[in-house]
């Protein structure tokens, strides 16, 4: 047999025995994810905003004060850290948050939660000790938002953009628990 063929088919073969490897003792990277990843945009003139996070189920669990520590800062989702991602400045409930993208935080309660927009990128969203990996010296929004109880059970956790007001808002639901974030863009003055 030709000796470049042979290296081939051995590279080839030692390739497949590492992803098999992998997917057997790390991540099984055939299968589908228990939290899928998801991205959520809204678009209006210029305005182009967008969110990337992780989606997790109930799958018959408390989520808020179990699953979800109250006081804790969560990850906002499951797996990598959720992002945030603006085309323009933008004012969230009064503080200045310019053009860029930022990781989304939050510390559920319930009556409110705190709501972080930290301009630090990060790898995944928590550490080797389940810990959220964000760093507060990095946090350019920190604000509270009233917690809106539903009447329905949201099984897989959901980010949202609405709008029917006239004002736009980043909404969050899962469970029977909603929280919306007010947005206000900037508008350059002439």
């Given at each position: 047999?030709?000796?470049?063929?042979?290296?081939?088919?051995?590279?080839?073969?030692?390739?497949?025995?590492?992803?098999?490897?992998?997917?057997?003792?790390?991540?099984?990277?055939?299968?589908?994810?228990?939290?899928?990843?998801?991205?959520?945009?809204?678009?209006?003139?210029?305005?182009?905003?967008?969110?990337?996070?992780?989606?997790?189920?109930?799958?018959?669990?408390?989520?808020?004060?179990?699953?979800?520590?109250?006081?804790?800062?969560?990850?906002?989702?499951?797996?990598?850290?959720?992002?945030?991602?603006?085309?323009?400045?933008?004012?969230?409930?009064?503080?200045?948050?310019?053009?860029?993208?930022?990781?989304?935080?939050?510390?559920?309660?319930?009556?409110?939660?705190?709501?972080?927009?930290?301009?630090?990128?990060?790898?995944?969203?928590?550490?080797?000790?389940?810990?959220?990996?964000?760093?507060?010296?990095?946090?350019?929004?920190?604000?509270?938002?009233?917690?809106?109880?539903?009447?329905?059970?949201?099984?897989?956790?959901?980010?949202?953009?609405?709008?029917?007001?006239?004002?736009?808002?980043?909404?969050?639901?899962?469970?029977?628990?909603?929280?919306?974030i007010p947005i206000e863009v900037l508008k350059l003055t002439q």
């Amino acid at each position: 047999m030709n000796y470049f063929l042979k290296r081939l088919l051995i590279g080839l073969f030692l390739i497949a025995v590492g992803l098999f490897c992998y997917s057997y003792f790390v991540e099984n990277i055939f299968s589908q994810r228990l939290s899928p990843q998801d991205s959520v945009s809204f678009q209006m003139n210029d305005l182009k905003l967008e969110v990337k996070y992780n989606r997790p189920s109930k799958r018959e669990r408390e989520v808020f004060g179990a699953l979800v520590p109250y006081n804790d800062v969560w990850r906002t989702g499951a797996n990598e850290a959720t992002i945030f991602i603006t085309n323009q400045d933008l004012m969230i409930d009064g503080i200045f948050l310019p053009q860029g993208s930022y990781t989304l935080w939050t510390v559920p309660n319930e009556e409110h939660w705190q709501v972080f927009f930290n301009n630090k990128m990060y790898p995944w969203g928590v550490n080797e000790a389940m810990e959220a990996m964000r760093e507060p010296q990095f946090d350019i929004v920190d604000i509270h938002v009233p917690v809106s109880h539903l009447d329905n059970e949201v099984e897989q956790f959901t980010i949202g953009f609405d709008n029917t007001t006239g004002n736009i808002f980043i909404t969050m639901a899962w469970d029977t628990t909603k929280i919306a974030i007010p947005i206000e863009v900037l508008k350059l003055t002439q």
